[in-house]
């Protein structure tokens, strides 16, 4: 694994004083943080914290209130509709539900973003979507309808999608939340190769603590819309903050609230 | 004061949605077609069209026969009875045939565009084709949109025909009205420029209508199924009294004497 933080001028993307807003909750306010370049970043959190808004972020799907989220230097939020899709054609994202087409088959789906942004022969495309299938280890499932796949299937078919045009940045989005150790194991091991053989940049979004300590390089730690902690998987078990401490040790007790904010009940006095 | 609050939160967001819904019907209409586009229209066409043609003929069918029989018995009182064509052919023409093919196509076509678009929308399929690098608007609002501005006119002329005939079995072949005078009457009766023109061009806004609330509603739905049952119920209920609200003004202004 790679701890070594390399300089800020290898970073990808840079998040600078992002505030967003969803109604009146406030998501994210003034954060500011760095994915640099061929690393594995991950951002954790507790749920509803705000981790898959970040990716819509990121990718454009969302504008935020204030800040600048910046690919290579350029704007997100203010660049045309046709560029922000060229940027998205350098970006794979893995959903959570994997959200293949159900109307296509396994080839088709990993064949839609080549026939969108290439002009590639029939041939070429085929020996591609083999290839990337071999990649995630499902070369022979490319008749298969998304129906017919398992969830862990399902998710390896999305990520063979995801890096079809070999994107230069890939976003997983809770990648493993609701599989089993072997299929974690098996993602787990796929992220981290991918990385290496692609030289990809990785984003992860999870709240699974043990898995993504041991994939990541750099993580960053979110609740309450600030960045709690940051810092290298050693780093962060030495963490000072209390919120990073009850957040890695999985404790109820901590400045995170277990219970939803609501009325106190009324007190003895009152009820007599 | 709150329910003050209330309503003006409520229009703020009914005309943020019309803005929106405008600026999507914009960005589709006045988009280049690709060759992609077009086969996907193609692909589109019989999905919604060919596959409504069952719907859309039986309907044609009933609707004339009730109206040959209708005809015949209002006409016979007053020894009119060789009116029968004229009255059935103006009836669909005019007025029927546009706003009972579009009622039904909403029920038919539109609901299930809404519940398409929702469900790919809930199941982040939009998302994920966005994030791909390829505009859902074009790659699955447009050719839907487009398919149901051209087959909701060619379901309606169907439509008509069909109504024609049955207005014909009931009354020629049933009930003994001379064959003769049921065509002829229709023939002199009818003018293409007045009577057909108009009824098509009631039918293409129509389809426009109907159409367009469908993919709105499946683009804006809340991606819960609650909220795909919300509007897909919107949908149908949207484009029904649209396409009545819109034939009265229609029909004012092309054969209602407003000049």
Redesign the interface.
Known sequence: MNNQIPSQSQSLIEIKNLSFKRGERIIYDNVSLTIRRGQITAIMGPSGTGKTTLL?LI?G?LVPDQGQVLLDGKDIATMS?SDL?????R???L???G????DMTTYENVA??LR??TKLPEHLIAEIVALKLESVGLRGAEQLMPSELSGGMNRRV?LA?AIALDPELIMYDEPFAGQDPIVMGVLSRLIRSLREALDLTTIIVSHDVAETLSIADYIYVVAEGKVQGEGTPAELREHASPFVRQFLTGSIEGPVDYQFSHQAYLSDEVRS | MNAIALLGRRVIERVRGIGVATVMLLQILFSMPTKLGISLFIYQMHRIGVMSLLIIGVSGLFIGLVLGLQGYSILVNVGSEAMLGTMVSLTLLRELAPVVAALLFAGRAGSALTAEIGLMKATEQLSSMEMIGVDPLKRIVSPRLWAGIVSLPMLTVIFAAIGILGGKMVGVDFLGVDEGSYWSGMQSSVQFGHDVVNGIIKSIVFALICTWIAVYQGYACEPTSEGIATSTTRTVVYSSLCVLGFDFVLTAVMFGGVQ
Do not use: D, I
Not at chain 1, 85 to 89: D, E, P, T, V
Not at chain 1, 99 to 102: E, N, P, Q
């Open positions: 819509r990718g799907q509709r899709f060229a940027a998205r054609a970006m794979g994202m959903f959570q539900s959200a293949l087409f159900t839609f973003p969108a942004h999305a999608r």
